[in-house]
């Protein structure tokens, strides 16, 4: 997916499989003395990429996984005092290994709000797993892939996303339901501000995906789940009575009302 993406969009792609023993300066990159110029000369970590793919990132320690930290939330990565700027559009995709938990560590509340959007894809359908044997046959779809815009299009497309309109009303719905997650009883830590502006970002651009220059009701609720979710940190004693984040919010929506 990640790959497709960056082939369709035309940029630059770099994928990071995480380990126990990956280094913050494996991501970020280092600076490395060179003898014939007699001046250290940083050299780039594949966070310097438009498309960044960090393959289960749960097998990385805290101390490397926090190095992601600056890069998703300022697109920028400062290394030995010096700060530098990320190419743009920034995009981060990560994966997790939700089967093996020997060997890994469970990413904390604080970076998990870093992220826009959790989904899960789980398997395919029998058709859908029918159509992959068949267009695999050959070669990967993916090297015939070309790219049908450009990263300046992305960025112009992103900056017009924030125009959409969103009413007084809807961003007072947007704020209401970000914050009923914070006192919600199966729920020990509700989602931050940060989720609020997410999901007020993810409105925008469903209703652009759908040819619109303003924001419905349907927007917001079809966004919430996939976009507060993961940001919600579960009392234990819910979790074991069979709570998820996904329930929390899907309850949510049906008691929160849109103040039309």
């Known amino acids: ?8 969009l035309g940029c630059s792609f770099n994928r990071v499989q995480c380990t126990p023993d990956l280094l913050p300066s ?11 110029e007699e001046e250290f000369v940083f050299h780039p970590g594949p966070v310097f990429a438009q498309i ?19 890069c998703m939330a300022e697109a920028q990565v400062t290394v030995d005092g010096r700060t530098r700027k990320l190419p743009q559009p920034f995009f981060v995709m990560a994966t997790q290994n939700p089967v093996e ?16 959007l959790k989904l899960s894809l789980g398997y395919p ?3 859908e797993e029918n159509t992959i044997l068949d267009v695999l046959r050959g070669a990967h779809p ?5 790219a049908c815009t450009d990263p300046d299009t992305v960025i112009q497309f ?10 007084d009303v809807l961003r007072d719905y947007i704020v ?29 651009a469903l209703a652009g995906l759908a040819g619109r220059d303003y924001v419905e009701p349907d927007d917001v609720q079809e966004a919430a789940v996939p976009v507060l979710a993961h940001r919600l940190m579960l009392r234990p004693e819910q979790e074991l009575r069979g709570a998820t984040g996904q329930r929390v919010i899907e309850e949510l929506l049906q008691q929160v009302a849109v103040d039309l």
């Open 101 to 116: 938990y020997e060997g890994t560590f469970p990413l904390p509340e604080a970076q998990l709000d870093r992220f826009f």
């Open 125 to 127: 359908s029998a058709d």
């Open 142 to 146: 993916i090297d015939a892939l070309g």
């Open 176 to 204: 209401r339901l970000t914050q009923s997650t914070r006192g919600h009883s199966s729920v020990q830590l509700g989602a931050s501000p940060r989720g609020s502006l997410a999901l007020y970002r993810a409105a925008q």
């Open 158 to 167: 992103q900056t017009a996303l924030r125009d959409i309109h969103v009413s």
């Open 1 to 8: 997916l990640a790959r497709s993406l960056a082939a369709s």
């Open 26 to 36: 494996d991501i970020t990159g280092t600076s490395v003395y060179d003898q014939k």
């Open 52 to 70: 960044l793919l960090v393959d289960e990132i749960n097998r990385a320690t805290p101390r490397t996984q926090s190095s992601l930290l600056e």
